[in-house]
């Protein structure tokens, strides 16, 4: 027996040496703590360093910590394993949590209070260049009765902290609400407020006003907003995202006051006002978007899928295209048809009919109405069509302007947009005259050649059949067949021998 109690007398000393050695030297702190970091560290995937752990007022406790090797935050209360009381301070230049940064300074105090399985927590302070406040309950695996606001923030510097593409720039205000959240569940919404916002790949010096509503419920999102400004509006309804399926679905209703803002965008010089509205709907990694514009004074009708988009004109102006395109304005009508442009392979087909067209004034037409003495601009053409085929920057088509009496047809045109060039062979039959010839050189002054020789047989023609009347020139022609009959016969007759 008194071998025992000497064992148990020399096990107590040495846990309460131990007990000592922790709670009442630095060195068994600071052991302590470095066993604490590496708890955290390995439990959160970041590299938490424990600083200072001090444990001479035990229940007190004042702890801080350095994460990721940039902000510090500072502990000071009472903690045990069921419940906690403790006043915290985080601040440094820069914070960094997983794979999440933040590049300017942070500034946050708040409190810690309740058991561990019910832990409240709130705080405000600085962060995002703008003020933040919150307040939350941690349970189990979960976050309940979350409530934060950012105000005055930068956005650009909370996407990028989101890892997201900072395509918004300007101060934010942002409140978040939910009933619980968590990896897997969550319940709340979400609404952000930008009173001078600006999109730098847009328009980087036109400020906008942006309102926008996100509900939460579990994997599915749903959204609407819409953003104003002096070069125009979009509205954004019927917003969807499910997280798991990866598919999203919006309704949008856009109306811009001027295009050429978005010259960089689009990389094409176009001008006017835009009114178009559509759906777009993403899954299985495909895109899919869908809308009308009257932006040419008809319909036309737009769906991109698989880098393909089509397109459908219903009445829609040639003079308007044409214009937005800077091609020369030959031609005034209205056109129905189909136009299907292959993006990734950068070809394009089209195939259209043409209602009510007339011919504009151009060096083309002035040459044609002097050289037959007929003003070819009066005439309305009602059974027209235009085909080509475009790729690398040219344009292969045939326009043929009909109104079962007079015709013009523009066969074998080849028009660069690289050179700026223009080489098409053209039939005109007006009032029975017949031009034929070519147009050659460039979009903006095309140098125009006409067949003489059959300009002039066309006009003699008509003269001829004039001079002798109608029923004497069909009868010269009865006799000049048979003529020709005859003599072949005969020819044949004599090589036959």
């Known amino acids: 027996m ?40 390995s439990k959160t995937s970041n590299i938490i360093k424990v600083e200072t752990f001090n444990l001479s007022n035990y229940p007190q406790l004042i702890i801080d910590m350095k994460i990721n090797n940039g902000a510090k935050v500072h502990f000071e209360g009472t903690a045990n394993y069921s419940s906690v009381d403790m006043h915290y301070h985080l601040q440094g230049k820069q914070y960094s949590w ?43 695996n979960k976050y309940k009765n979350v409530h934060l606001h950012l105000s005055n923030v930068q956005s650009d510097t909370v996407l990028k902290f989101l890892k997201k593409k900072p395509l918004l720039r300007g101060r934010a ?51 609407n ?32 006051n001027e295009l050429s803002y978005f010259e960089e965008l689009s990389k094409h010089q176009f001008h006017g006002k835009l009114n178009t509205k559509g759906m777009i709907h993403y899954e299985d990694k495909k895109f ?55 993006i990734e392979k950068k070809i394009a087909i089209v195939n259209t009919k043409l209602r009510k067209a007339h011919f504009c004034e151009t060096k083309l037409t002035n040459i044609i109405s002097k050289a037959i003495g007929v003003n070819v601009l009066a005439e ?23 109104n079962g009496i007079n015709h013009f047809y523009l066969t074998d045109t080849i028009l660069n947009k690289a050179t700026n060039r223009i080489n098409s062979k053209f039939a005109v039959l007006i009032h029975g005259d017949e031009v034929f010839g070519e147009i050659y050189g460039t979009l903006d002054h095309p140098s125009v050649s006409v067949d003489m020789r059959r300009l002039l047989t066309s006009q003699l023609k008509k003269r001829f059949s004039s001079f002798l009347g109608t029923s004497q020139t069909e009868k010269l022609k009865t006799d000049i067949d048979d003529l020709k009959g005859n003599l072949s016969k005969k020819l044949g007759d004599f090589f036959s021998k």
């Open 380 to 402: 309305i053409y009602d059974n027209s069509s235009f085909v080509g085929g475009y790729q690398n920057e040219r344009l292969n088509s045939i326009l043929k302007i009909d």
């Open 2 to 41: 008194r071998v025992f109690f000497k064992y148990i007398f020399w096990l107590l000393s040495f846990f309460t040496l131990i007990i000592f050695f922790i709670f009442a030297t630095k060195l068994g702190s600071k052991t302590l703590g470095y066993f604490l970091g590496e708890y955290l560290s």
């Open 98 to 140: 997983n794979d999440m940064v933040l590049n300017t300074p942070i500034n946050i105090e708040g409190q810690m209070k309740g058991l561990v399985t019910n832990l409240k927590i709130k705080g405000k302070g600085k962060a995002f260049d703008g003020n933040i406040t919150f307040n939350f309950t941690r349970i189990p």
């Open 288 to 342: 899919l978007l869908k809308g009308d514009t009257d932006k040419f004074d008809g319909k036309l009708l737009y769906k991109y899928k698989d880098k393909k988009l089509d397109l459908r004109l219903e009445n829609v102006s040639l003079v308007k295209m044409l214009q937005q395109f800077h091609y020369p304005e030959l031609l005034s009508a209205k056109v129905f048809g189909t136009v299907e442009y292959d």
């Open 173 to 223: 205000d942002i409140k978040s609400e939910f009933k619980f959240f968590s990896k897997y569940e969550r319940e709340g919404n979400s609404t952000i407020y930008m009173k001078r916002g600006f999109m730098p790949s847009v328009a980087p010096y036109i400020p906008f006003i942006l309102h926008s509503n996100i509900e939460f419920k579990n994997f599915l999102y749903k959204f």
């Open 225 to 256: 907003g819409n953003i104003a400004s002096d070069i125009g509006s979009l509205v954004i309804q019927n917003a969807y995202y499910h997280k798991i399926l990866k598919k999203a679905e919006v309704d949008y209703n856009l109306n811009l």
